[in-house]
């Protein structure tokens, strides 16, 4: 499974970007995807998940309200539309993807499968 990640940039504080996430290879189904973000002199922090039916949905208190995640399974995507960005959104984002889905999980560890990064950067 390959992650391709695209729509990272400079924006002012305030202002809104689109992430997408492109899944290819042997896939299959049922896997769910996350974001996370990694800024520098940081650990990676989880950010938002999402179920393979979309059926469940998940935030970190920092983004929610503000961040939302979605999915297309037959365009094999997963977007995160930011808005309202603050330039303690500065970071390197992250999907993952993992086919452990008994449960929904927020940590970085179960991922299997991870994108190249896209560096977002919020300016003042």
């Known amino acids: 499974v390959q992650l391709q990640v695209s729509g990272g940039g400079l924006v002012q504080a305030g202002g809104s970007l689109r992430l997408s996430c492109v899944a290819s290879?042997?896939?299959?189904?049922?896997?769910?995807m996350g974001w996370f973000r990694q800024a520098p002199g940081k650990e990676r922090e989880f950010v938002a998940v999402?179920?393979?039916?979309?059926?469940?949905?998940y935030y970190a208190d920092s983004v929610k309200g503000r961040f939302t995640i979605s999915r297309d399974n037959d365009k094999r995507t997963v977007y995160l539309q930011m808005n309202s960005l603050k330039p303690e959104d500065t970071a390197v984002y992250y999907c993952?993807?993992?086919?452990?889905?008994?449960?929904?999980?927020?940590?970085?560890?179960?991922?299997?499968?991870w994108g190249q990064g896209t560096q977002v950067t919020v300016s003042s």
């Open positions: 993952a993807a993992t086919y452990e889905t008994k449960q929904i999980h927020t940590s970085a560890g179960w991922y299997d499968y």
């Open positions: 290879g042997r896939t299959g189904g049922g896997y769910t």
């Open positions: 999402i179920s393979w039916s979309s059926s469940f949905i």
